[in-house]
Structure formats: C-alpha cells, structure tokens
C-alpha cells in the first residue's frame, strides 16, 4: 500500500494566518492527490483534486501543489470558518486509495 | 444536488454482522461516471476505504477487510449497502457512504459523503 504521511498532525494559528500543510507519499503518486475538510462531527467535504484543481464553490484561498511525493495545501489568510481538519488522499493506486492521518489547525 | 444518508443500528455484538444502507437523493445511482463507496474513520481519526461498487454491481473491496465485506447495490431503490460480517471491537467507527466521480484510471475524488453512522462494537 502507498503510505501517506502529513505534517504537521497539528498546527495552531490565527485569524489571517498563510498556513501550509505538507503531504508525503511512500512512492511517486504524479499528481494523482486530493485535498479534504472535515469539521468536527461533519463528512469530509472535498477541496481539492488533482493535486492543484480546486473543487466548485471553495474559496481561492485554498491552493494546491506539488508532484511526485511532496505535496502542500496552503490557506492564505486563515479564515475563522478553516479551522477544521485537513486530509489528503492519494488515488495513484485505485481502486486501492489511502489517506493521511490528518491535520487539525486550531486557533492558536 | 446529490445527497447520501447511511441509515442502520448504531451497536453491534462481537461476531455479527454489521448491516449498513445508503440511499442517494438528488441524482440517479445509475448512468455511471461513478462508483459508489464505502469509507470508515476510527476513533482516532484515520481514514479506511472499504470498499466501491458500480451500478451495473462489480465491486472492488480493501484486501485488508474483503473476506468480510460485502456490497450490494439496489438501483430501484436508489440505494447501496454494507455488510461486514465477524465484527470486533476493531470495527467501532463512524461508517461514510459517499460517491466517487470516477474520472479516468487514476484520477478520482470522493464527492459527496454521507453525514457519517457511528457504529460500536460491544456486547
């Protein structure tokens, strides 16, 4: 299986903050990565796809890069509504898909 | 829009079945272009991918749980299901009925989830 690792497994930060969160693959995925947010006691709603494609109605503040192994997800200016968890899912490997651990950003 | 709902008990002994159903609204399960999936989230947050099936019913199950797993799809219902036999307490989680747009070999996304069923494993 392609182990996903995410760093940091949690960050604080404030209002207005750039936070970036990094996604590390086992083995070379290309671009075949996903982004996701889960708010405490809700699904995973999906914010990106594609590695850098953000999904309808997500507000541009949330970007997506990165190839190979190395992947980030970066929220410029930190929204009170961001603070959530934050999930990547590689797809390289379908129908086998597998997830990081998780990175929760609360207010500092 | 597309909306899941995982309808099933919320406790289960050790050594049952674990029975769960979802039923899609807002969109037909049939006319691909999807796969219909399974997900689970343990206690401690990680993420499981159980399982998909498509409409036309071939499956593909996580090697990890497929000697237990079992998904079934009822396209006059508008619903898919989840049955995981000999559960442990290893099964507690909150079970995810979700659609995945199958876009071509490797690139796919989970969109929409269900809101999520917690299931525990006790006696």
């Known amino acids: 299986d392609i182990q996903m690792t995410q760093s940091p497994s949690s960050l604080s930060a404030s209002v207005g903050d750039r936070v970036t969160i990094t996604c590390r693959a086992s083995q070379s995925i290309s671009t075949y990565l996903n982004w996701y947010q889960q708010k405490p006691g809700k699904a995973p709603k999906l914010l990106i796809y594609?590695?850098?494609t953000l999904q309808s109605g997500v507000p541009s503040r949330f970007s997506g890069s990165g190839s190979g192994t190395d992947f980030t997800l970066t929220i410029s200016g930190l929204q009170p509504e961001d603070f959530a968890t934050y999930f990547c899912q590689q797809t390289y490997s379908t129908p086998l898909v597998t997830f990081g651990g998780g990175t929760k950003v609360d207010i500092k | 829009q597309v909306q899941l709902q995982e309808s099933g008990p919320g406790l289960v002994k050790p050594s049952q079945t674990l029975s769960l159903t979802c039923s899609v609204s807002?969109?037909?399960?049939?006319?691909?272009?999807?796969?219909w999936s399974w997900i689970r989230q343990h206690p401690g947050k990680a993420l499981e991918y159980i399982g998909h099936?498509?409409?036309?019913?071939?499956?593909y199950y996580n090697p990890s749980l497929k000697s237990r797993v079992t998904i079934s799809v009822d396209t006059s219902q508008n619903q898919f299901s989840l049955k995981l036999r000999s559960v442990t307490a290893a099964d507690t989680a909150v079970y995810y009925c979700?659609?995945?747009?199958?876009?071509?070999?490797?690139?796919?996304?989970?969109?929409?989830w269900g809101q999520g069923k917690p299931v525990t494993v006790s006696s």
């Open positions: 979700a659609r995945t747009r199958d876009y071509s070999n490797y690139i796919n996304w989970i969109d929409p």
């Open positions: 099936i498509y409409d036309i019913g071939s499956t």
């Open positions: 807002g969109g037909s399960i049939a006319g691909g272009g999807f796969f």
């Open positions: 594609v590695a850098s």
